[in-house]
């Protein structure tokens, strides 16, 4: 069993920074699909951040320049570096593991996320 444990998450002054951590436990992350979502007060969830196995990453937008996601697959962990945060940013922050094959996503498992709040 699949469990993923953010942390990180707290309350930060606008153009502060803070770096998330997603611990998984249970299955090796470094043949998956590791994520970062988030979901804003009335806001759907999105994507944040992604990286593959092999080490490619992709940003939303929003956050390019701003945020990097980083993997270390020796300590089986995740991380979401947040620079020159912006009250927009304020959310549940949710860690995702998922394995994709041809056929499309075979495997799918969330965090339980961690709250992000900038404000002044």
């Known amino acids: 069993q699949v469990q993923l444990v953010e942390s990180g998450g707290g309350l930060v002054q606008p153009g502060g920074s803070l770096r998330l951590s997603c611990a998984a436990s249970?299955?090796?992350?470094?043949?998956?699909?590791m994520s970062w979502y988030r979901q804003g007060p009335g806001k759907q969830r999105e994507l944040v951040a992604k990286?593959?196995?092999?080490?490619?990453?992709n940003y939303a937008d929003s956050v390019k320049g701003r945020f990097t996601i980083s993997r270390d697959n020796a300590k089986n962990t995740v991380y979401l570096q947040m620079n020159g945060l912006k009250p927009e940013d304020t959310a549940v922050y949710y860690c995702?593991?998922?394995?994709?094959?041809?056929?499309?996503?075979?495997?799918?498992?969330w965090g339980q996320g961690t709250q992000v709040t900038v404000s002044s």
């Open positions: 995702n593991m998922r394995h994709v094959t041809a056929y499309g996503p075979d495997f799918d498992s």
């Open positions: 249970g299955r090796a992350i470094s043949t998956y699909v």
């Open positions: 990286i593959l196995s092999g080490g490619r990453t």
